[in-house]
Every structure is written in C-alpha cells, then in structure tokens.
C-alpha cells in the first residue's frame, strides 16, 4: 500500500449572490418579454373560468423601493385558497378544491407604471395550526432585480375586519399597528394593495 501524504486544505468560498436581473422575466413570462412560441400563453395568466365557484375579485397594486420609486421589473406570483378555503394541491387533506381555479397566478408589472394586476376570487378560510381559521388572505412571493432571495408577504382584505381581528397569525405579531401593511383597501370585488419593500410604511414579510 502506498502512503499519500495529504496536501494542505484550501477551503471553498462562498460564490458571490446575484440578482434575479432580467432573465426571470425571460424564463417566467417569456410572452410578455416579446419571445413567443414556448407557450401559448404565459403560464399563471389566468387563474378563474366561467365554471370557478365564489366571488369574483380583482387585486392590483404596485411594490414600491425604500425611495418610495414603484418597481417597473418586479414580478409577483400568489397562491391561495378557493372559495371553500381548499389548496389546489396533492397535500390538501380536507377535501377537494374547485378543479376550475388554478389557486395560483403570476403576473410581470406593467414596465411603465410598476402596477399588477390578478383576477382571481375571494379565498375562504383556512385553518391555522391549531385548527382556528385564518381570516381571507392570498399569498405573495415577490422578486426582482435588486431581490437576492424572493419576498414572501400576504394580502389580506379591509372588508373582512371581523375575521382580521381574529386571525391567529395577526395574534402574533409585536406591533399591531404593522397589521395595516397587508390589509388590502376597497371592496365590492374590486381591491387595492401597494407593497413596500423599507421604509416607515415597510410591508410585513414572512420568513418560510
């Protein structure tokens, strides 16, 4: 057997973080980018039908920078619960979810304005760990240029101030004036919500 002498160790650094840049709207909304011919139709575009059970809404708003400058490369995926407060997923134990709604959208702000927009429903309640429900809400994950790893935050709605109160998730947080930075205004299927990434009116984000 032959005795090898080991080397010195040189251990690896750690590869420096990038940006999302531009090649996530390339590879996610290829058709908005102007390169046809991978989908018909960018995938998340639409999320209802005419056979999708509950309340048809609309969300729009903007993400806004710690400048207070609305982000025109900012791209936006939800994901949320039917009408039934039932996932669109193999997890899902408590029954099955509306097979017309997709549960999930993506959307690339408009490259002028910075606004977003999904047609969607208004979500049911769902429980929470305990087995209380969770007031209406809809899951954001947000990402761009400037955006190491992607946000993750929530809208929740102003006209469901009872369920919002009792929201096991709103329970925990320090300072409850935060609250207001996922409540989405309006009402009657048409909703508003802007996000901001710093700032005073900074938008509470989850760690998940």
């Known amino acids: 057997m032959t005795n090898v002498t080991p080397g010195p160790l040189y251990p690896f650094k750690e590869s420096p973080s990038q940006t999302a840049g531009p090649y996530v709207h390339i590879g996610l909304t290829p058709n908005f980018c102007g390169i046809e011919g991978v989908y018909d139709q960018d995938l998340g575009i639409a999320m209802v039908s005419d056979k999708t059970r509950g309340e048809r809404i609309t969300v729009e708003g903007r993400v806004f920078d710690g400048a207070g400058t609305p982000l025109k490369d900012v791209l936006v995926e939800i994901w949320q619960a039917d009408t039934d407060g039932l996932y669109n997923s193999p997890a899902e134990q408590r029954g099955t979810a509306d097979p017309a709604f997709t549960g999930w959208g993506r959307c690339a702000a408009d490259q002028t304005t910075g606004h977003f927009r999904f047609e969607t429903i208004k979500p049911g ?84």
């Open 125 to 208: 309640r769902v429980p929470f760990t305990d087995g209380r429900l969770q007031a209406p809400h809809i899951n954001i994950w947000i990402v761009a240029r400037g955006i190491n790893l992607g946000l993750n935050t929530r809208i929740y709605f102003e006209d469901e101030a009872d369920a919002n109160a009792a929201d096991p998730v709103f329970e925990r947080f320090e300072h409850k004036d935060r609250v207001a930075t996922l409540i989405a205004r309006g009402g009657n299927g048409k909703y508003s919500h802007d996000i901001h990434l710093q700032g005073p009116q900074e938008t509470v984000f989850f760690d998940i």
